[in-house]
């Protein structure tokens, strides 16, 4: 008779998921190593997220770590998980682009199929390529070029298209600390002097084992989620007899690699600031354990957005935010103990000291 997996509550899976991101002990892994492990920083809004989002688990870490692998083409910007920008080291693009093209697929026919009918895709791939690979383009300058021999067609909807049929990079200066940019894009192949590796028989399972090694215990939904690629299930499923197998508090199966940390649930969890739209609270169908649901609205708006978050006890508690004005806005759901709002103090100004040393940390809304 099989033994019943064992239950996992949801401050247990947060102090698992807390212990894989680093973010209950800093690490001193280099830049690329930690980029490497979570699977990249997702990174559409440039430049901060990625940037403090290695600051909130890196120690001794500067501007100067992550825009100098951007610039010896080390780590890149292109769309991965989820069909969103991400920002992954150079390896992880060769890698993971071809595996999540069916992610790129689904975009091009569910949100742009019905302004792309008809058209040879194939040709205006290769037409695309060709003007990249001149020169980086912008999406407006690119849709533009496309549109000329296509007059009835949308530019924006020919860009997007161009953008899920190849692999294109975000070229610096975007993305770069204390810089401005457009986001100007060539392909993968272009940037880096290299083709990207075809996905192998094995890529799925790879891909399963990295999640779990960083986002885990998940279930299949979860995996999903973090992904955007559907038919994970199977894998799971074939790789079971080199995992553990884990219940949630609803009756959710879900799985784990034997060696990854799952500590105890009474585990002290520091304050931390998270950074805007970080995939600690994308990555999962039920985002629970960190995420608590009656702050998801607060903190994930009905147009994407996805605000700096406070964590107290492992937990959302408020919102941040790094402003123009080089000050650190703190916005506590609710009541913070002295020591919590000390040590909320203490993260923003670490902020700060990585942003130029200068700036106030002002609290909002903070009952005190």
């Known amino acids: 008779m099989t ?3 064992p239950v996992l509550g949801r401050r247990a899976l947060g102090r698992a998921l807390l212990a894989r991101q680093h973010l209950l002990a800093r690490t001193d892994l280099t830049p690329a190593a930690l980029l490497h492990h979570l699977g990249g920083l997702q990174a559409q809004a440039a430049p901060q997220p990625p940037y403090l989002g290695l600051l909130s688990r890196l120690d001794g870490f500067t501007p100067d770590g992550l825009s100098t692998l951007l610039e010896q ?11 969103t920008i991400h920002l992954v080291t150079a390896e992880d693009c060769r890698t993971l682009r071809p595996l999540l093209q069916p992610v790129l697929d689904q975009a091009l026919t569910t949100t742009y199929g019905k302004r792309l009918a008809g058209l040879d895709l194939a040709a205006l791939a290769a037409e695309a390529r060709t003007l990249v690979e001149a020169e980086p383009r912008t999406f407006q300058q690119l849709g533009a070029l496309l549109a000329a021999g296509r007059p009835e067609r949308d530019p924006a909807a020919l860009a997007q298209a161009a953008r899920c049929l190849l692999p294109l990079v975000q070229v610096p200066p975007r993305g770069l600390w204390g810089r401005t940019g457009p986001a100007a894009h060539t392909t993968a192949e272009a940037w880096l002097g290299r083709p990207l590796d075809p996905a192998p028989a094995a890529a799925p399972d790879a891909l399963v084992l990295r999640y779990l090694a960083a986002f885990g215990p998940a279930s299949a939904a979860d995996l999903r989620k973090w992904s955007g690629l559907g038919g994970l299930a199977p894998v799971l499923k074939r790789l ?3 995992l553990l ?9 879900l799985y784990d690699l034997p060696e990854a940390p799952r500590p105890a649930p009474d585990t002290p969890a520091p304050v931390r600031l998270v950074a805007p739209f970080d995939n600690l609270l994308l990555s999962h169908a039920d985002r629970g354990r960190v995420l608590p649901e009656e702050y998801k609205e607060r903190v994930m708006t009905v147009n994407g957005l996805v605000a700096g978050t406070l964590l107290v006890d492992g937990l959302v508690a408020g919102t941040w935010q790094l402003t123009g004005a080089a000050e650190v806005v703190v ?3 609710g009541r913070l103990a002295r020591a919590e709002r000390e040590a909320a103090e ?3 100004r670490r902020v700060l000291a990585f942003a130029g040393g200068g700036g106030e940390v002002r609290f909002e809304g903070d009952a005190r």
């Open 3 to 5: 033994e019943p997996s």
């Open 245 to 253: 197998t884990f219940r949630d508090e609803r009756g959710r199966l």
């Open 240 to 242: 079971t007899p080199q």
């Open 331 to 333: 916005r506590p759901f």
């Open 346 to 348: 203490a993260e923003a």
């Open 73 to 83: 083409r080390a780590a890149v910007r292109i769309a991965l998980q989820r069909g």
